[in-house]
């Protein structure tokens, strides 16, 4: 079984501050992907990144960046450039491509973290 | 907006009852999840449909059951319900069966009270 580990409740920064986001994930499967969702007030779903665990190479969206450390499985997500629509719960996910139950198994999540950004 | 549907918005019914929550998938998409996000339990992953069969199952209750039809939609049942089934129920939507880790876009979910 799958575990991820969010190890921030809730931070705090200001707008325009640049942020980061901890996640550690513990799993025996060599083949999985990771993504970071974000959850506004909405309590939408909201996809913010995702990256393949075979690529060295961390994937990037405009202010969103991951650093993924697959010895230390770690997947940290920085906002540069904060902004106060950036305040929402933000998730760490995890997806093996288990082949045992004949298919791909759904989301793992973490706890989340609340993310406020100050004016 | 996902193109992810899910009826009812909320939800509000008492303890041993039945209930249906609805989900249609975004256009093309031939898989849907489902997932329940509790305060207690966090969001947990329940089950998975592909192209009308079951493909992945989660932590989901035995009270609980789900089905995809057809046409694509999946409804998810839950039946003797309890007051620790309130919760938010989402539905996710992606074009494959999740090999190739491809994104899961979620619906607006269902607010789900039990009293």
């Known amino acids: 079984a799958q575990t991820v580990t969010q190890s921030q409740p809730e931070m705090s920064v200001q707008e325009a501050e640049t942020v980061t986001l901890s996640c550690t994930y513990d799993?025996?499967?060599?083949?999985?992907?990771l993504f970071w969702y974000k959850q506004p007030p909405s309590r939408q779903m909201i996809l913010v990144i995702r990256q393949e665990a075979y690529k060295q190479q961390n994937a990037t969206e405009n202010r969103f960046s991951v650093n993924f450390q697959k010895a230390a499985k770690s997947f940290s997500l920085k906002i540069s450039d904060s902004q106060l629509g950036d305040t929402a719960m933000y998730f760490c996910?995890?997806?093996?491509?288990?082949?045992?139950?004949?298919?791909?198994?759904?989301?793992?999540f973490g706890k989340g973290t609340h993310l406020i950004i100050q004016p | 907006d996902s193109g992810v549907t899910q009826t009812p918005k909320h939800l509000i019914t008492a303890t041993g009852q039945r209930v249906t929550l609805r989900c249609s998938p975004r256009?093309?998409?031939?898989?849907v999840y489902w997932y329940q996000q509790s305060l207690d339990q966090g969001l947990q992953f329940l089950i998975q449909?592909?192209?009308?069969?079951?493909?992945a199952k989660g932590n989901i209750l035995e009270r609980f059951s789900a089905q995809q039809f057809p046409d694509l939609h999946s409804e998810l049942n839950l039946s003797s319900l309890e007051l620790g089934d309130s919760a938010l129920y989402f539905c996710?939507?992606?074009?494959?069966?999740?090999?190739?880790?491809?994104?899961?876009?979620f619906g607006p979910g269902t607010r789900l009270l039990v009293l």
């Open positions: 449909y592909y192209n009308g069969e079951e493909r």
């Open positions: 996710a939507s992606s074009f494959s069966e999740g090999l190739a880790g491809e994104t899961q876009y």
């Open positions: 799993t025996s499967e060599s083949n999985y992907y």
């Open positions: 996910a995890f997806m093996a491509l288990s082949y045992s139950g004949g298919g791909a198994d759904g989301l793992t």
């Open positions: 256009s093309g998409d031939l898989s």
